[in-house]
């Protein structure tokens, strides 16, 4: 017997399908089916689009609106969005090579197609300017996030980059911009266990086995403030926000953690203090150390500061107290 492998289409216009696979159900229809899958999207747009041919099956075959409904079906599906603002920032390609692509990306930008983003990501960006159809993210930072990202460039050497990411073999440090504590016990080791919250913007942590540690150090205290370098051992969802948050210092201008701000919000003067600074690790495709370092930098501490103090505290924290954070 053959193994069956999923047939997803082409790309249009830079932009992979989505894929679902449908429940068992009482649908009659597959638009009913599709509807009632997927509640925020109302039914006029499932309609339109099975009637514009944008909804397909493994074998390439367009479904109709009234299709009969099958359970276990596998379908693709492409989203389109009636207007999509341009996003005013650009991602910096830092290097590459035949398999690897190296991004200084800013923050605001996403980096792949989610949600009310499509075209408005450092993904399909690339995949334009440089002709690049197989281009896939390695790994992701959040779209507040600045900093660095890796892609590969080829199927058949993503899998081992991939595995370095698994099996945590590389080296992240983050640099984030927070409210100053000196009464906690630095260095700080975070662990917890981290899961999604009420909200589905939100994660929250629980009791239980932890399941995120990250290493934290301040490397500058002016004032009320401090940058501090973060490193993250493993890789939860929004888990150096929620580790900061936890802390009692969430990072500067972070609109999800600790209280969520209404959708719409965004405000480009005001940027989250995040920044992915740097990244190490051993290629496993020419067995060569690569390090890469981002261009980009956080706020000015001076600029955020409501009183001149932190001067012995600046002295006692300084950057040998970054040192003493471990490497993965």
């Keep these: 017997m053959s193994l069956y492998r999923p047939n997803p289409p082409p790309a249009r216009d830079g932009v992979g399908p989505s894929c679902v696979v449908l429940p068992t159900g009482p649908w009659l229809t597959m638009h009913e089916a599709l509807v009632a899958r997927f509640p925020g999207v109302p039914s006029a747009v499932w309609l339109q689009r099975l009637q514009n041919g944008d909804v397909v099956d493994d074998y390439g075959l367009t479904i109709a609106p009234t299709a009969r409904y099958e359970a276990g079906r596998r379908l693709y599906y492409f989203r389109a969005l009636a207007a999509e ?37 450092v993904l399909i960006r690339l995949k334009k300017a440089l002709g690049l159809e197989a281009l896939s993210p390695i790994h992701r930072i959040d779209r507040d996030t600045a900093g660095l990202v890796l892609f590969s460039k080829q ?37 917890s266990r981290i899961v999604p919250s009420t909200h589905f913007m939100q994660q929250t942590e629980v009791p239980g086995v932890p399941n995120a540690l990250t290493h934290i150090a301040p490397v500058d205290v002016q004032g009320e403030r401090a940058r501090y370098a973060l490193k993250p051992v493993t890789g939860q969802r929004h888990q150096l926000r929620v580790h900061m948050a936890a802390l009692g210092l969430p990072i500067q201008w972070d609109g999800i953690y600790p209280t969520l701000t209404p959708e ?6 005001r940027p989250l203090q995040l920044l992915a600074q740097s990244i190490a690790f051993t290629d496993p495709v020419c067995g060569s150390f690569r390090q890469f370092k981002s261009h980009r930098t956080l706020t000015r501490l001076e600029s955020l500061q409501t009183c001149p103090t932190g001067s012995s505290q ?3 924290f300084g950057a040998e107290a ?7």
């Design 264 to 269: 719409g919000s965004v405000d480009y003067e």
């Design 322 to 328: 970054c040192h003493g954070i471990p490497m993965k």
């Design 85 to 121: 603002p341009r996003i005013p920032f650009e991602a910096t390609v830092l290097w590459q090579d035949d398999h690897l692509l190296v991004v200084d990306k800013p923050h605001f930008l996403p980096v792949v197609p989610s949600g009310k983003y499509l075209q408005e990501t």
């Design 155 to 191: 199927v058949s050497s993503r899998g081992a980059y991939q595995e370095l990411f698994r099996t945590r073999q590389v080296d992240k440090t983050y640099e984030c911009i927070a409210p100053w504590n000196a009464n906690l016990p630095w260095p700080i080791a975070r662990e």
């Design 314 to 316: 600046l002295r006692k």
